[in-house]
């Protein structure tokens, strides 16, 4: 039979990769996003070979989130693989010189409304016994890097999440796992540096940095192990890549 997956953050880069692998793979998907009509164009190019279903919400909005999850119809409610994949950074400022705004859309994205998702899709795989929750971390989840402040610090909170869901969702046989990607040549940065794109597209000129399709085969990877094979915390980066803050150009 097959699976079905959620992604949030299906509209762009990581997360829309993810949905195109998991299409290949006849993984039926739910693609989360508030940008529907992209939500419309994936579903077009992807529904000729899975099963499709959009759902548009901010993950901000508690109440909206819970209830556009609370929505599905029949066919598309067991969710055996969760991916939190929805977020960004915004902005890259010495805290001395953050935006308060900057820092809760980042709390409130990237931890807050991975939070929100997980609590309303866990009781499900909780009943069942089973299930598969990915969060996507960083390698700003392991190291901190200048001016990084308050999005590291989210993805460092993205790291104690799943671990803290790993040890508590075990005894009911759920999956959890972290992937860690380093520079990902997606929107992030459109988004980080808010539409600035001649500083957004100088993050990846010089060197290959990773693109969307090879996280999201990683991820594919880790969601065909066989039921006894947990990738616990995956940290990928692109060869050029040392760490945060050392990349080869
Ligand atoms: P993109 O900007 O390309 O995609 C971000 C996705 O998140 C979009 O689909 C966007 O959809 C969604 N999103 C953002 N804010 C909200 C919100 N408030 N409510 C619902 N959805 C939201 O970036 P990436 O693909 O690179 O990022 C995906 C994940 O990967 C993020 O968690 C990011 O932190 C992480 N990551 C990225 C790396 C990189 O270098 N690019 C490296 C390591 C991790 P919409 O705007 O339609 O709502
Ligand atoms: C995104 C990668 O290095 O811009 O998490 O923080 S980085």
């Given amino acids: 039979m097959r699976k079905t997956a959620l992604i949030t953050g299906a509209t762009s880069g990581i997360g829309r990769a993810i949905a195109h692998e998991f299409a290949k793979h006849d993984i039926n998907l ?31 909005d508690k109440s909206a989130t819970f209830e556009a999850l609370a929505s599905l119809p029949e066919e598309f409610s067991k969710i055996d693989i969760l991916i939190n994949n929805a977020g960004n950074a915004h ?8 935006n308060p705004d900057d820092w809760d859309a980042m709390m409130d994205i990237n931890v807050k409304g991975l939070l929100y998702v997980s609590k309303a899709i866990i009781p499900q795989m909780t009943e069942r016994q089973s299930g598969h929750i990915i969060n996507i971390g ?20 993205v790291l104690a999440i799943t ?6 969702l075990n005894p009911f046989g759920i999956k959890v796992s972290a992937i860690n990607p380093g520079l990902v040549e997606t929107e992030f940065s459109q988004v980080r540096f808010k539409g600035d794109n001649s ?21 594919y990877f880790a969601v065909s192990r066989p039921a006894h094979v947990n990738i616990a915390d995956l940290l990928v980066f692109p ?5 945060s803050t050392i990349v080869k150009k």
């Fill in 138 to 157: 960083s390698s700003a989840g392991k190291e901190v890097y200048p001016k990084g402040n308050v999005y590291c610090a989210s993805k460092h909170a």
């Fill in 30 to 60: 739910i693609l989360c996003g508030r940008r529907q009509e992209r939500l419309d164009t994936i579903k077009k190019a992807f529904g000729r070979t899975t099963d499709v279903y959009t759902l548009n919400f901010d993950v901000r």
């Fill in 239 to 243: 060869t050029a890549q040392a760490s």
């Fill in 91 to 98: 902005g890259l400022d010495p805290i001395q010189d953050g």
């Fill in 163 to 168: 671990e803290g869901m790993r040890i508590d």
């Fill in 199 to 219: 500083v957004a597209d100088k993050v990846y000129e010089g060197y290959k940095a990773l693109q969307p399709e090879d996280v999201a085969e990683i991820i």
